[in-house]
T-cell receptor, first 114, second 114 residues
Framework: NAGVTQNPKFQVLKTGQSMTLQCAQD?????MYWYRQDPGMGLRLIYY???????DKGEVPNGYNVSRLNKREFSLRLESAAPSQTSVYFC?????????????FGSGTRLTVV | GQSLEQPSEVTAVEGAIVQINCTYQ??????LSWYQQHDGGAPTFLSY????GLEETGRFSSFLSRSDSYGYLLLQELQMKDSASYFC???????????????FGGGTRVLVKP
């Protein structure tokens, strides 16, 4: 049982390049999320998917797009990377109800844009 | 907008008790969660309070007062391994519509000294 798997773990991009961050969960969770975390700060929500087939913007969606490919997979795309997008990106998933509301996080993607 | 306030840093010695306060101002409120994050790691879920009162999980307890928009995490019998950042997070939407969407505070760095 792997939980939430993110790839790649590290990435360096040049300004203007594009890339897709991959996320997959094997816990049959309905909801998935993408957060970014800048040094010494909390997590800010980029996009989320409450259930398969739906996606919504979070607090900081500009410069990003997402795809909920199926119930397991939720990808995050940077179309034209900027230095301000240098951050650690965490994918998370959660179940709905059943008395528990905790997220399971992936190990993160450390992205540097130069 | 959403706002969560927690102290930036707390230092204590092994065996001591630490209380991390969290006050929030959110447009909606459906529960307060706490997460632990070690340096370089992913956040891990610690506790959830949907109703007023105290929830106890081993050495950690969490409290919520909805009328005061306030909660705290209590760490007892501190151990060196408890040195980490702790984040409070508010669920501010109805699950069916918004999944388990969370807004995180900026985090409290706890340093445990021998």
């Amino acid at each position: 049982n792997a939980g939430v798997t993110q790839n790649p773990k590290f990435q360096v991009l040049k300004t203007g390049q594009s890339m897709t961050l991959q996320c997959a969960q094997d816990m049959n969770h309905n909801s998935m999320y993408w957060y970014r975390q800048d040094p010494g700060m909390g997590l800010r929500l980029i996009y989320y998917s409450a259930s398969e087939g739906t996606t919504d913007k979070g607090e900081v969606p500009n410069g990003y797009n997402v795809s909920r490919l199926n119930k397991r997979e939720f990808s995050l795309r940077l179309e034209s990377a900027a230095p301000s997008q240098t951050s650690v990106y965490f994918c998370a998933s959660s179940d709905q109800g059943r008395g528990t509301y905790g997220y399971t996080f992936g190990s993160g993607t450390r992205l540097t844009v130069v | 907008g959403q706002s969560l306030e927690q102290p930036s840093e707390v230092t204590a010695v092994e065996g001591a008790i630490v209380q991390i306060n969290c006050t929030y101002q959110t447009s909606g409120f459906y529960g307060l969660s706490w997460y632990q994050q070690h340096d370089g790691g992913a956040p891990t879920f610690l506790s959830y309070n949907g109703l007023d009162g105290l929830e106890e999980t081993g050495r950690f307890s969490s409290f919520l007062s909805r009328s005061d928009s306030y909660g705290y995490l209590l760490l007892q019998e501190l151990q060196m391994k408890d040195s980490a950042s702790y984040f409070c997070a508010v669920r501010d939407g109805v699950i069916k519509a918004a999944g388990n969407k969370l807004t995180f505070g900026g985090g409290t760095r706890v340093l445990v000294k021998p």
